[in-house]
T-cell receptor
Framework: GAVVSQHPSRVICKSGTSVKIECRSL??????MFWYRQFPKQSLMLMAT?????????EQGVEKDKFLINHASLTLSTLTVTSAHPEDSSFYIC??????????FGQGTRLTVV | AQKVTQAQTEISVVEKEDVTLDCVYE???????LFWYKQPPSGELVFLIR??????QNEISGRYSWNFQKSTSSFNFTITASQVVDSAVYFC????????????FGTGTQLKVEL
């Protein structure tokens, strides 16, 4: 299947700082990218959907000013967690699709805010 | 709105046993895709299968098989002769084909395969 690379895989940051997570589609052009959050032993919760060159669509309850999403090219989307707090600690995972094909997922990023 | 239910939160089996993971879904859409993903302890989601709602043929891939029953809105996944490496969380998911991008996930089933 197609390859989606997510970086970093783990990050620890201090409370109040911002963290950027990158999601790249390595061998295809991703017209749509998705960002999910997963709490321990729970399912994936969709945070937002982004289409290349346009603003992201956020799910209800997700603060767009806190979770900044940029999809500047067909191969790269970034999620920036601004002014991170311990409650933002979680596993974040991106996925990418080309047209109506299946979504392929990145390796995930485990964020710990201390 | 879509809903995917995986009633089994955790299953433990002994290696070489067969195991079936259940998935029941609800959707008003007449056409849709169903998926299974595997999430090993490392965290990444591994795509296993996509099934179009038009295609009710069962599928077999090695030790994996899938039983799609549209009449009961179920898409069950069976692992034959389970192995320790099969230990993971397995997610069932659904997306309508007619529009929208939102992949709806079930809550996942934790499968533990022991020696």
């Amino acid at each position: 299947g197609a390859v989606v690379s997510q970086h970093p895989s783990r990050v620890i940051c201090k409370s109040g700082t911002s963290v950027k997570i990158e999601c790249r589609s390595l061998d295809f052009q991703a017209t749509t990218m998705f960002w999910y959050r997963q709490f321990p032993k729970q399912s994936l919760m969709l945070m937002a959907t982004s289409n290349e060159g346009s603003k992201a669509t956020y799910e209800q309850g997700v603060e767009k000013d806190k979770f900044l999403i940029n999809h500047a090219s067909l191969t790269l989307s970034t999620l920036t967690v601004t002014s991170a707090h311990p409650e933002d600690s979680s596993f974040y995972i991106c996925s990418a699709r080309q047209g109506r094909s299946e979504a392929f997922f990145g390796q995930g990023t485990r964020l710990t805010v201390v | 709105a879509q809903k995917v239910t995986q009633a089994q939160t955790e299953i433990s089996v002994v290696e070489k046993e067969d195991v079936t993971l259940d998935c029941v879904y609800e959707t008003r859409d007449t056409t849709y895709y169903l998926f299974w993903y595997k999430q090993p302890p490392s965290g990444e989601l591994v795509f296993l299968i996509r099934r179009n709602s038009f295609d009710e043929q069962n599928e077999i891939s090695g030790r994996y098989s899938w039983n799609f029953q549209k009449s009961t809105s179920s898409f069950n996944f069976t692992i034959t002769a389970s192995q320790v490496v099969d230990s993971a969380v397995y997610f069932c998911a659904l997306i309508p084909t007619g529009g929208g991008n939102k992949l709806t996930f079930g809550t996942g089933t934790q499968l533990k395969v022991e020696l």
